[in-house]
Every structure is written in structure tokens, then in C-alpha cells.
């Protein structure tokens, strides 16, 4: 079992709001580039997304079941078929994706218990509480031609240092794909 984190990310390390939906001032950054830059499976997830579990936060859990049942194309098809975790302690009823399921009890101990790879995406808070556990062995960055200066940050500057080795770097349209690993 492996712990992958996908994120949109400006170059200068914002994750806040790529799409607009939480209407910030400079939200949308990542849409921007146009809908090739970030349609299909740009993570490259394939395999992972066939046989682990996707792990979201509330928030980012009540984005996409808004966005991804009414879609049909083929990626679309994976995304509504994965099992997902998700990460809350105010909702009951997940039922509006398909194959949701709420975290049963403590967030750490359900990752560490869980057999399968686990990919998050957005879902910052649950990203934050796994690096602080030294749980993440993988993060693939789809990163932006953009700096914001200001904004949530993937590596916020109070965590501990972490060494990571760059697996690839491809170009994704206007952003770059890159896949840092535990050193």
C-alpha cells in the first residue's frame, strides 16, 4: 500500500481554489490554461485508480459528487467507479457518489489499516494531517504557469523538512506533470 497525493499547484506552491469554486479573488488559476490542461487523467493515476481508493476531504467530496456522476466519459467512468473514503466528521450520507463510504474512525489509523493505494486529492487538511505523519510516499504535482503569492500552500512553512527524489517530469499542456517520491 502506497499513499499517493495529487494536487494542482501554482509555481510558487498554492493549492487554494484552482477551479473558482471557492471564490477567492484569484481562484480559477488552474482552469486559466484552458480544458486540455486539466481533462482526463493528467496525474497518470492508471493503474492506482483501478485498484486503490480515493481519500477526500468534505469539501473536496462535496465538489466532486456535484461534478463527477452526470459526467460519461471514459475517465469519468474510473472516477465514479473507484471506491471513495471520505474524511468528515459532520456528514452521514454519502450517497450522492456512488461507492462513498465515510472514514471509520481516526483518519491516521484508517490510512494505516488500509490495504489498497490510497490517492488524495485536494482535500488539503487531510493532506496536512498525513504529512504529519510521514505517511505520504508519493506526490504527483501538476504545476501551473502561475504565481499567486498568496493562498494555501501544499508545503506549509511550519512542517518538517521532507526529501523527496523526482521520479518524471512531463509536460501536460500549459502545466508541468512531476512525481517526487520519498527519498
Not at 473536496?60 to 466528521?89: C, H, I
Not at 490510497?118 to 504529512?131: E, K, P, Q
Not at 508545503?155 to 518524471?168: D, I, K, T, V
Request: proline letters at 5%; a neutral charge; hydrophobic letters at 45%.
Amino acid at each position: 500500500m502506497s499513499v499517493v497525493v495529487i494536487q494542482f499547484v501554482t509555481l510558487d506552491g498554492i493549492v487554494s481554489d484552482p477551479d473558482g469554486s471557492g471564490g477567492t479573488p484569484s481562484g480559477g488559476w488552474a482552469f486559466r490554461h484552458g480544458p486540455e490542461t486539466v481533462a482526463g487523467d493528467k496525474f497518470r493515476l492508471g493503474r492506482v485508480l483501478g485498484e486503490g481508493v480515493l481519500l477526500l476531504g468534505r469539501t473536496t467530496w462535496e465538489l466532486f459528487a456535484r461534478l463527477w456522476p452526470g459526467r460519461d466519459d471514459p475517465f469519468a467512468a474510473r472516477m465514479n467507479a473507484v471506491p471513495k473514503l471520505v474524511a468528515t466528521r459532520t456528514l452521514a450520507d454519502v450517497s450522492a457518489w456512488a461507492n462513498s463510504s465515510v472514514v471509520d474512525g481516526d483518519l491516521v489509523e484508517a490510512v494505516r489499516r488500509e490495504r489498497r493505494d490510497v490517492i488524495v486529492t485536494g482535500s488539503l487538511s487531510v493532506v496536512h494531517r498525513l504529512m504529519a505523519e510521514d505517511l505520504i510516499d508519493e506526490y504527483r504535482l501538476l504545476t501551473f504557469p502561475t504565481i499567486l503569492r498568496t493562498g494555501a500552500r501544499l508545503f506549509p512553512a511550519e512542517g518538517p523538512p521532507a526529501y523527496l527524489r523526482c521520479r518524471s517530469a512531463e509536460q501536460a499542456g500549459a502545466a508541468v506533470l512531476t512525481r517526487y517520491q520519498r527519498a
